[in-house]
């Protein structure tokens, strides 16, 4: 039987529907919709691409952008500033620096200007230092996608071995605290991990964010796996592929996240949902999206 498709297009697309609803029912009590400022610096082009998705996401959602575009020569202190502008402004619940910033400038210490509860990316250190401890607090967004993915197609981690590839402090870390704070027991494996095989193939869910194209094949993947494609990487002859060889793979798992349309979609909904988050929590209203 062919892979589950662990569809990140259309889970996005409900959860867009779940938060539209519960900004539009928390509107008399607000008083004013969620907003979300993604400061973009310099012209790194992938960034301006990525910037226009979430202000789209945005607009399909609900929420007001107040996106920030500043040089690539803007001083680090000018930065801070706008930031302390944005933490201070009661219209903007969730904040976002879009990495990469322009070289010279210091993109730790710009996250450490968030006021951790508007840190629409969950990567402020106290947000990182409380999804160790297991509290509550805005979760890096690409790694919240892939357990929303998991968890809407009935995949538990409980109990399951899983391998995360990767260990940035952007994918490869938190996902691998996620996944044990559901009560998998976790590898994490890295470049320099001697015979990555022998360990991906014990994984009973296998997610891949070594950002290296194509790396993974059928002799990584023990069958029935869940495996999902953090990966994502222009082809020299157009479209887009992930670290997965995903024709191989694909008849021997039990479940893949397809690229495009897995993992990306998800990365954007988990910023705004983390923003809703945000705005519902400030004015004593539900969570958007129990669970997610
Ligand atoms: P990164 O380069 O910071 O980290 C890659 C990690 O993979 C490192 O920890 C490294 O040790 C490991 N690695 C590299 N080569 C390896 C190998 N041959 N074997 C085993 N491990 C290896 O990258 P990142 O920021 O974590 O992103 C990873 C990938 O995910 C990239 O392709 C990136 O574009 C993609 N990404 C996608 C989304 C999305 O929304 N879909 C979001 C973030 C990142």
Redesign the pocket.
């Known amino acids: 039987m062919p892979a589950q498709r662990l569809d990140g297009r259309q889970l996005a697309a409900e959860l867009e529907e779940v938060m539209a609803a519960a900004i539009a029912s928390g509107l008399p009590r607000a008083g004013r919709p969620p907003g979300l400022a993604v400061l973009r610096v310099g012209d790194d082009p992938a960034s301006g691409v990525y910037v226009a998705n979430k202000e789209k996401a945005c607009a399909r959602v609900g929420l007001v952008s107040h996106g920030a575009h500043l040089d690539a020569a803007t001083p680090q202190a000018e930065i801070e500033a706008k930031l302390r502008q944005l933490n201070q402004d009661p219209a903007v619940d969730g904040i976002l620096v879009q990495l990469p910033v322009p070289d010279g400038l210091d993109d730790r210490s710009l996250l450490l200007e968030l006021d951790p509860a508007k840190d629409a990316d969950g990567l402020h250190p106290l947000n990182l230092g409380r999804l160790l401890r297991g509290e509550p607090g805005p979760r890096s967004c690409?790694p919240a996608?892939v357990m929303a993915l998991l968890r809407s197609n009935g995949i538990d981690p409980a109990g399951k071995r899983a391998v995360v590839?990767?260990?940035?402090i952007?994918?490869?870390q938190p996902m691998a605290l996620m996944l044990q704070a559901a009560n998998a027991t976790v590898t994490v494996?890295?470049?320099?991990?001697a015979d990555?095989a022998a360990h991906t193939r014990e994984a009973e869910i296998l997610v891949v964010?070594?950002?290296?194209p194509l790396?993974i094949g059928a002799e990584h993947v023990r069958p029935g796996a869940a495996v999902v494609d953090?990966?994502?990487?222009r082809k020299p002859e157009g479209g887009l592929c992930g670290?997965v060889r995903a024709a191989e793979v694909e008849p021997i798992a039990s479940a893949l996240s397809p690229v495009p349309g897995g993992?990306?979609p998800?990365?954007v909904t988990m910023l705004l949902l983390n923003t809703v988050r945000a705005w519902s929590q400030r004015f004593g209203l539900p969570d958007p999206a129990p669970g997610y």
């Open positions: 690409t996608g590839i990767g260990r940035s952007l994918v490869g494996v890295h470049s320099r991990t990555l964010a070594a950002g290296k790396m953090v990966g994502i990487h670290d993992v990306g998800m990365t």
